[in-house]
């Protein structure tokens, strides 16, 4: 059974970037494909964009300009960086296996306040 | 821009059937979307019901089902149970191969 576990500073100032790094257990990051997905408080969620083993990434058009998802195998662990950040990013921030839509195996997910 | 759209609420009775919905603003959805389902309670990251239209996830009862009805994707809890109340999250596949997740559907069992 595949376990995902987000980690990173759960607040981050304006302006800045954020960072989260998810660690992979119990199976292989080769060959699946890895996502990152958010979701503010009390809303819904959305899809901020996956990586393949590979290293190629498809990000959501809305967020692409600011986003970049990268992956170190040898560490099993995949990374957002989300730069220039308002305080609408603050979400719980959720990294899962899976390109979508089915994402098979979900952290547990991370709260990431944004101050202003 | 193309939006995934959900009822908001809805209700059902222990023991009742519903069928919540999953469209498109523009166009119909079919099987190339890949409707999934997702159950998600509170404090905790969803769960997968329903995958590639109708395909039930490892785990989950048979009351619920997946279908395409009338160019929307559908989830139906045939004999709700209490522990059913959450709220459900669909998600499509959408050209350019990004994934769009709809508004979600609150559900009450009472």
């Known amino acids: 059974q595949v376990q995902l576990q987000e980690s990173g500073p759960g607040v981050v100032k304006s302006s800045e970037t954020l960072s989260l790094t998810c660690s992979v257990s119990g199976g292989s990051i080769s060959g699946s494909y890895w996502s990152w997905i958010r979701q503010p408080p009390g809303r819904g969620l959305e899809w901020i964009g996956y990586i393949y083993h590979s290293g190629s990434t498809k990000y959501n058009p809305s967020l692409q300009s600011r986003v970049t998802i990268s992956l170190d195998t040898s560490k099993k662990q995949f990374a957002l960086k989300l730069g220039s950040v308002i305080p609408g990013d603050t979400a719980v921030y959720y990294c899962?296996?899976?390109?979508?839509?089915?994402?098979?195996?979900w952290g547990q997910g991370a709260l990431v306040t944004v101050s202003s | 821009q193309t939006v995934v759209t959900q009822e908001p609420s809805f209700s059902v009775s222990p023991g009742g059937t519903v069928t919540l919905t999953c469209g498109l603003s523009s166009g119909a959805v079919s099987t190339g979307h890949y409707p999934t389902w997702y159950q998600q309670t509170p404090g905790q990251a969803p769960r997968t019901l329903i995958f590639?239209?109708?395909l039930r996830s490892a785990g989950v009862p048979n009351r619920f089902s997946g279908s395409i009805l009338e160019n929307k994707a559908a989830l139906t809890i045939t004999g709700a149970q209490p522990e059913d109340e959450s709220v459900y999250y669909c998600a499509l596949y959408m050209s350019g191969g990004i994934s769009s997740f709809g508004g979600g559907t609150k559900l009450t069992v009472l």
């Open positions: 590639s239209t109708n």
């Open positions: 899962a296996k899976g390109p979508g839509p089915n994402f098979e195996f």
